[in-house]
């Protein structure tokens, strides 16, 4: 076991829900195996600025059903830079915290994976974020729940669209990813998703039209990843518009009413057991690695397969909603 007797907890770049979800195992895990806790506010900068609280098992109390995160996040230009990423050394070692937890997505494990080469600090990362990007784990906390968020607002739209006769593009998070599109389309019904997995393989739109878009519906709805390959919703309308002006076209953009709300029983779940798991990890002197979940296992992936890796999208859903879209 490690000689690890402090840690510290930040959450970092955007917010998803099940975070806190995760603070309170991370908290309480530690307490549990007689370790100190301290809570690092807004992410790493709270390791530049020294914004850190002693947290106890109450600090957590009452959180699990609260989206975004009680640690609050923000950017941090200066832990980009060597000297800023000094200064963040410094807090920890007057702070007396011997590992870290940091819970985020790619950009904060990869200025994770940075810090860690840099100092020989103990960091485990949990997946905390709505895009579902990261390689080696099936899901990330807050993805369950953004999902429901999207069916949940489309299921209003449909119902305008199908009183208009219209053509909505919704765009949807996911600026290199296009699992929410994909996942989203298939529980809402809708007849397309563009994503930007596949841009280069085939003209989307044109496909849409062709097949997608058929005169014996009353409406279509089409989900959109963000992403400035595909041009996001905006750019399908203004193509549409275009080439093919007799259909009347709407554009909806969910932007941050994804991030928002209390999480679902399945993040709140999963949150709960990559933060319990995370302690485990460092516990065992684990070091560098990120909690995932494959095939409803724990596992520990190495930073770097983490960053490094795409994750790719599953094409048998591809498929699936073609055949469902008729």
């Not at 784990?137 to 429901?148: E, P, S």
């Not at 489309?154 to 599109?181: C, N, P, Q, W, Y």
């Not at 770097?304 to 795409?310: E, G, H, L, T, V």
Request: glycine share 10%; hydrophobic share 40%; with cysteine.
């Amino acid at each position: 076991m490690a000689n690890i007797k402090c840690i510290g907890i930040l959450t970092s770049g955007g917010d998803a829900p099940g975070m806190n979800a995760a603070i309170r195992a991370v908290t309480r895990t530690a307490i549990y195996n007689e370790m100190e806790v301290k809570g690092i506010y807004r992410g790493y900068r709270g390791l530049v600025t020294g914004e850190i609280v002693p947290f106890k098992t109450n600090n957590v109390s009452n959180i699990i059903q609260q989206g975004g995160t009680i640690l609050k996040t923000a950017r941090c230009m200066e832990f980009m830079q060597l000297e800023g990423r000094k200064t963040a050394y410094e807090t920890i070692q007057r702070e007396g915290i011997d590992a870290l937890v940091v819970i985020g997505g790619d950009g904060s494990l990869t200025g994770a994976r940075i810090f860690a080469q840099e100092y020989n600090i103990p960091i485990v990362g949990l997946p905390g974020t709505i895009d579902n990007d990261l390689f080696g784990t099936d899901t990330t906390i807050g993805y369950d729940t953004a999902l429901n968020t999207i069916m949940e607002c489309v299921d209003k739209i449909r119902d305008t669209a199908s009183s208009h006769e219209r053509l909505f593009f919704i765009e949807v998070m996911g600026r290199d990813a296009g699992f929410l599109a994909l996942n989203g389309a298939l529980a809402v019904g809708a007849e397309a998703a563009i994503i930007p997995e596949i841009w280069t393989e085939v003209d989307q739109l044109e496909e849409l039209i062709e097949h997608g878009f058929r005169k014996s519906k009353n409406s279509s709805i089409v989900l959109v990843a963000e992403s400035e390959i595909t041009g996001g919703a905006m750019g399908m309308a203004d193509r549409v518009k275009q080439r093919y002006p007799q259909y009347d076209v709407r554009v909806t953009i969910l932007g941050h009413l994804q991030r928002g709300g209390s999480p679902s029983a399945t993040d709140r779940i999963l949150a709960s057991r990559m933060g319990a798991a995370a302690i485990d990890a460092l516990m065992e002197d684990q070091r560098n690695v990120m909690i995932g979940i494959q095939n409803d296992q724990i596992v520990y992936v190495p930073f770097s397969k983490a960053i490094k890796n795409d994750k790719p999208i599953n094409r048998d859903l591809l498929h699936t909603l073609r055949i469902l879209s008729i």
